[in-house]
C-alpha cells in the first residue's frame, strides 16, 4: 500500500492549527473565569475594609455564584453573615458546605466550627452542643472545649463545665481549679436553696481542697455555719478565709466583725482588722474598725476618728461623707441637705466594677453578669481603684 506524502505534508500544518486554536480557547475560557471571581471577590474586600458590610456581602453573593466551587468564599460570606447577626444565613451557608462531598477534610472541620459558632451567637445552645462535640480530636478541639466551657456555664450546667473545665487543664491549656471551684460553690448555692444542707457544705470543703487560695468557699460556709447559730464556727471561717486571701479582706471585714460580736471575739477581731488596715487600707475594713470600736463602748468620736486618719493619706469622698455625717456643724441647720448631696455624690464611688470589661454593680459578683468573666471583679470599691 503506497502513502502520499503530500497528505501527510498538508495534515500536520493543519493539526498543528487546531491544537493552537484549542488552546487559545482554552485560556480565553479560563481569563474570564479568573476575571469574573476575583474580581467580585476583591470588590469585597475593598467593600469591606471601608465597613460596607452591605456591598461586600452583594459582592461575594456574586463571586459565589460565578465559582460555586470555591470554599473561602462561602466561608467569607458566612462570617460576614454571623458577624451582622444574620444567624439563619450564615447557618445556610456552612450547611451547604459540610454537605458538600468535594470538600477536603481541613474545609470540613472548619466548616464545623464555623456552623458551631453560628449557632453560639443566634442562642441555640443545645445544637451548639452537639456541633462543638463533632470537634474532638480534630485541630478545632482546644476552641470547641472553650466554647463549650462558656456554653454550659450559660446555661447553668456545672457538673458538664466541670468536666470539660479538666479535659482542659488535662491537655495544658491552663489552670481551672478556681473555676472549677466557683462550680462547686454554685451547685452548693443551689442545695442551700432547696434546704439541702449537707451536700452544700461537701461540696464547699470539696471546694476548698479543689483551691485552697479561693476566698468565696471560707465566706459561704462561714455565712451557712452562721445560719445554723455556730457563731464560733463561722468567725473561724472568716479568720481563715481572711489568712488564705488577704485580697478578700474588704469583701470578709463586715461579717467578720458582725461574727466576732457574737461569738465573743470582738477584741481580738479589731487587731485582726486594725493590722490588715494598716497593710492595705480599705474602706470596708474601715468601716469594720468603726463599728467594732462602737461596740466595745469605745467613744464615738474617738472610733470615727479612723475616718479623719484615712483622709490623711487617701482623699477620699466617701471617708469624708461618714465623717461629716456624725460631726456638729457650725450651720447645723444646712447638715441634712450638704449630707443629702454628699451621699449622692458617693453612691456611684460605692459600686464595684468589673476589671474585664467595666460593668459596675452596686454588689460584689463572683462572675461578671456583663460578660461572664470569673474573679474579675476586684474586692475595692469604685474610688479605691
Known amino acids: 500500500m503506497n502513502f502520499d506524502l503530500s497528505w501527510i505534508l498538508l495534515g500536520l500544518p493543519l493539526a498543528f492549527v487546531l491544537g493552537w486554536l484549542a488552546s487559545r480557547l482554552d485560556l480565553r475560557q479560563l481569563r474570564i473565569e479568573n476575571h ?37 468564599l462561602h466561608f467569607a460570606l458566612g462570617n460576614l453573615f454571623r458577624r ?26 472548619r466548616a464545623q466550627h464555623a456552623l458551631a459558632l453560628d449557632y453560639l451567637k443566634a442562642g441555640l445552645l443545645d445544637r451548639a452542643e452537639a456541633a462543638l462535640l463533632k470537634l474532638e480530636g480534630t485541630p478545632f478541639e482546644a476552641q470547641a472545649r472553650l466554647a463549650l466551657l462558656a456554653n454550659y456555664e450559660r ?24 473555676r472549677l471551684a466557683h462550680y462547686l460553690c454554685e451547685q452548693a448555692a443551689a442545695c442551700l436553696a432547696n434546704q439541702q444542707t449537707e451536700p452544700a457544705l461537701s461540696l464547699l470543703q470539696e471546694a476548698i481542697i479543689t483551691a485552697p487560695d479561693a476566698a468565696r468557699p471560707r465566706i459561704a460556709i462561714a455565712h451557712l455555719l452562721h445560719s445554723q447559730g455556730k457563731h464560733e464556727a463561722a468567725y473561724a471561717a472568716l479568720v481563715q478565709a481572711l489568712e488564705s486571701s488577704p485580697a478578700a479582706t474588704p469583701l470578709i471585714a463586715a461579717n467578720l466583725a458582725e461574727f466576732a460580736v457574737k461569738s465573743g471575739h470582738a477584741v481580738a477581731a479589731l487587731d ?11 474602706l470596708d475594713v474601715l468601716d469594720a474598725i468603726v463599728a467594732l470600736e462602737a461596740t466595745l463602748k469605745h467613744p464615738s468620736s474617738t472610733a470615727r476618728d479612723w475616718y479623719v486618719r484615712h ?6 469622698l466617701v471617708a469624708a461623707s461618714k465623717w461629716i455625717a456624725g460631726e456638729k456643724l457650725e450651720h447645723e441647720q444646712f447638715h441634712p441637705q450638704v449630707q443629702r448631696a454628699l451621699d449622692h455624690a458617693v453612691k456611684p464611688l460605692m459600686r464595684y466594677r468589673c476589671a474585664a470589661c ?28
Open 155 to 178: 446555661s447553668r450546667d456545672w457538673p458538664q463545665a466541670a468536666q470539660v473545665a479538666q479535659k482542659l487543664a488535662a491537655a495544658n491549656q491552663g489552670s481551672f481549679n478556681a
Open 84 to 109: 451582622r447577626g444574620e444567624y439563619e444565613r450564615a447557618v445556610r451557608v456552612h450547611e451547604h458546605l459540610l454537605s458538600r462531598g468535594d470538600l477536603n477534610l481541613t474545609d470540613h472541620q
Open 272 to 282: 485582726l482588722l486594725k493590722t490588715n488596715y494598716e497593710q492595705s487600707p480599705s
Open 311 to 316: 483622709l490623711e493619706h487617701e482623699p477620699s
Open 36 to 72: 469574573q471571581a476575583p474580581k467580585a471577590y476583591f470588590k469585597g474586600l475593598n467593600f469591606l475594609l471601608n465597613e460596607q458590610q452591605d456591598q461586600a456581602i452583594d459582592a461575594f453573593i456574586e463571586a459565589v455564584q460565578n465559582d460555586p466551587d470555591t470554599s473561602e
Open 358 to 385: 467595666g460593668f459596675e454593680a452596686k454588689q460584689h459578683f463572683w462572675q461578671c453578669p456583663g460578660c461572664q468573666a470569673w474573679d474579675s471583679y476586684p474586692a475595692r470599691r469604685v474610688e479605691e481603684l
